[in-house]
C-alpha cells in the first residue's frame, strides 16, 4: 500500500496530465472554429435548437405532432452529424471530445487523493460493539449476497437484520427495537429511501448511522465519498471509520437524505403502470401534466420566494451543484443547513431550445432556502420521497435539521471531491505547479 509521498506524487502526475490534456482540447475546438469560421457555430447551434424544439414537441404533444416531433429531432441530429463528416471535421471533434474526457478522469482521479471527502469535517470516533445492520436481500439488483455483506458485517462483530421481501416490514420499527435492545451504532444496505428511515431512528437517539452503498443509485452514498462500486468496503467503517456531521431533511414529518420531488415526476411515479413500463407511462402521462391540464397546481414558498404553477418541483437536502455541468449531479456539501430548491416550467418549444442551449430562463428558479411549503389546488398531492412514492395532504412542509445525523464512514474512502475541471481549475493547476 503506497503511503501519503506516492499519493501525491501520483496526484501531481494526473493534475499535470488533466491540465494538458483539457488545454490540447479547447486548442482544438478554438482551431475548428478559427479555420472554419462562425459557420461551425451556428451550424452546432441550429441542430442543437432544432433536436430540443423537437424533443419538446415530443414530449408534451400526442398524435401527429408527436411523430413530426421525433421525426424532428432524428433529422437535426443526423443533419449536425452529416455537417461534421461531410467537412471532415469529424475527427478533430472527437479528439476534442477524447481529450476533455481524459482530462476529466485524471482530474477526478489527482483531487481524490488529495482530499478523501471534500468539505466535511471528520473526527475520530470509538469503534461500536452493538452494532445493528439492516440488511434489504433485493436491493441493487442482490447487491447483499453478491457481496457478502451478511458474511462480512457479521465477522465484524455486528448483528445483521435481512429484510424478508416477502411481505411488507415497518423498518424504523424494526430500527427502534434495535435501539431499545441496546444497538449503539445503526446501519443499513439498501436503497435511499430504506436510509432515510433509519437515519431518521439514528437521528432522534444521536446515534452513529452507517450507509452502505447496496442500493440501485446510491445518491446519498455518493455525497459522502463511500465506495459505490464494492458496498462490502463500507463496512471498513464497523473497526476503521470516522464520524461526519450532515444535515437531515425533513418533509411533512419524515425524513429524507436526498430529495423531494413535487410535480410532473411524482404524478408519474404514481402510475401502477410506472414500475413495468417507465418510458410508456411517462410519454402518455407528459403532454396533459405540461399543458397544466392534469394532476394539481402547485405553488411553493421558499423564504418568501414564491414559485407560481411549477411544472415539476425539487427540494433537496443541500443544494446540487447546477453551475458546473459536466460534474453535476451531486452536493459538495451536505452540512450547509440549507435545502436546495430548483423549480422548472417550460412553456413552449422556444423556451426549451433556450434551456438546452444554457440560456438563462425565467421558466428555471434556482435558490437555496431554510423552509419551503407546497400547496395546491388539491387537498393532497403526490409526493417523491427519496425515490418513495407517497400521497401528503397540503399544505407540505420542508425543512432542514443541521447536524442532526452523525454518519460513520472508514477512514479510507474514495471521496466526493467535486472535481469537475473548470469548477476546480486553480486546485488542479496549484496541484500540478507544486514540487
Known amino acids: 500500500m503506497s503511503g501519503p509521498k506516492e499519493a501525491a506524487g501520483r496526484a501531481r502526475v494526473?493534475?499535470?496530465?488533466?491540465?494538458?490534456?483539457?488545454?490540447?482540447?479547447?486548442?482544438?475546438?478554438?482551431?475548428?472554429?478559427?479555420?472554419?469560421?462562425?459557420?461551425?457555430?451556428?451550424?452546432?447551434?441550429?441542430?442543437?435548437?432544432?433536436?430540443?424544439?423537437?424533443?419538446?414537441?415530443?414530449?408534451?404533444?400526442?398524435?401527429?405532432?408527436?411523430?413530426?416531433?421525433?421525426?424532428?429531432?432524428?433529422?437535426?441530429?443526423g443533419a449536425l452529424m452529416a455537417f461534421f463528416v461531410g467537412t471532415g471535421l469529424w475527427a478533430p471533434?472527437?479528439?476534442?471530445l477524447a481529450l476533455w474526457v481524459a482530462a476529466l478522469t485524471c482530474a477526478d482521479r489527482a483531487l481524490r487523493l488529495t482530499r478523501p471527502v471534500a468539505d466535511l469535517l471528520a473526527h475520530v470516533s470509538p469503534a461500536p460493539r452493538r452494532a445493528v445492520l439492516i440488511m434489504n436481500p433485493r436491493s441493487g439488483g442482490g447487491k447483499v449476497e453478491r457481496f457478502g455483506l451478511v458474511a462480512r458485517a457479521e465477522s465484524l462483530g455486528a448483528r445483521v437484520v435481512l429484510l424478508d421481501t416477502s411481505v411488507t416490514q415497518d423498518v424504523a420499527a424494526i430500527a427502534r427495537q434495535a435501539?431499545?435492545?441496546?444497538?449503539?451504532?445503526?446501519?443499513?444496505?439498501?436503497?435511499?429511501?430504506?436510509?432515510?428511515?433509519?437515519?431518521?431512528?439514528a437521528a432522534e437517539h444521536d446515534l452513529p448511522?452507517?450507509?452502505?452503498?447496496?442500493?440501485?443509485?446510491?445518491?446519498?452514498?455518493?455525497?459522502?465519498?463511500?465506495?459505490?462500486?464494492?458496498?462490502?468496503?463500507?463496512?471498513?467503517?464497523?473497526?476503521?471509520?470516522?464520524?461526519?456531521?450532515?444535515?437531515?431533511?425533513?418533509?411533512?414529518?419524515?425524513?429524507?437524505?436526498?430529495?423531494?420531488?413535487?410535480?410532473?415526476?411524482?404524478?408519474?411515479?404514481?402510475?401502477?403502470?410506472?414500475?413495468?413500463?417507465?418510458?410508456?407511462?411517462a410519454l402518455e402521462a407528459l403532454p396533459e401534466l405540461l399543458a397544466g391540464q392534469a394532476g394539481a397546481r402547485l405553488t411553493a414558498d421558499a423564504d418568501g420566494v414564491r414559485l407560481t404553477h411549477p411544472q415539476a418541483l425539487l427540494v433537496s437536502n443541500n443544494p446540487y451543484d447546477t453551475r458546473d455541468r459536466l460534474g453535476g449531479g451531486r452536493r459538495p456539501r451536505l452540512d450547509t443547513g440549507r435545502l436546495g430548491v430548483l423549480g422548472l416550467r417550460v412553456e413552449g418549444a422556444a423556451q426549451a431550445a433556450a434551456v438546452a442551449l444554457g440560456a438563462q430562463s425565467a421558466g428555471i428558479t434556482e435558490l437555496t432556502a431554510t423552509e419551503v411549503v407546497v400547496t395546491a389546488d388539491a387537498p393532497e398531492i403526490p409526493v417523491a420521497v427519496d425515490g418513495e412514492s407517497l400521497m401528503l395532504p397540503v399544505p407540505v412542509r420542508c425543512t432542514l435539521r443541521p447536524g442532526a445525523l452523525r454518519v460513520r464512514v472508514p477512514r479510507d474512502r474514495p471521496g466526493n471531491p467535486r472535481t469537475g475541471l473548470l469548477r476546480n481549475w486553480h486546485r488542479l493547476r496549484a496541484l500540478a505547479l507544486h514540487h
Open 93 to 96: 471533434a472527437v479528439a476534442a
Open 14 to 77: 494526473l493534475a499535470r496530465t488533466a491540465l494538458g490534456c483539457g488545454v490540447l482540447a479547447v486548442l482544438v475546438l478554438l482551431a475548428l472554429v478559427v479555420l472554419r469560421g462562425p459557420g461551425l457555430v451556428l451550424a452546432a447551434a441550429a441542430g442543437l435548437t432544432a433536436a430540443a424544439a423537437g424533443a419538446w414537441w415530443t414530449l408534451a404533444h400526442r398524435g401527429l405532432v408527436r411523430v413530426l416531433g421525433a421525426v424532428l429531432v432524428l433529422l437535426a441530429l
Open 209 to 281: 448511522f452507517l450507509v452502505v452503498s447496496a442500493g440501485t443509485r446510491n445518491h446519498f452514498a455518493m455525497d459522502l465519498g463511500l465506495d459505490r462500486t464494492d458496498p462490502s468496503r463500507c463496512l471498513d467503517a464497523l473497526l476503521q471509520g470516522v464520524e461526519l456531521r450532515v444535515d437531515l431533511g425533513t418533509v411533512a414529518g419524515r425524513a429524507f437524505v436526498n430529495t423531494v420531488s413535487f410535480g410532473a415526476y411524482a404524478e408519474i411515479v404514481q402510475s401502477p403502470a410506472y414500475r413495468d413500463a417507465k418510458a410508456g407511462t
Open 179 to 201: 435501539v431499545a435492545d441496546g444497538a449503539d451504532l445503526l446501519g443499513v444496505a439498501g436503497g435511499d429511501g430504506t436510509q432515510a428511515l433509519v437515519a431518521e431512528v
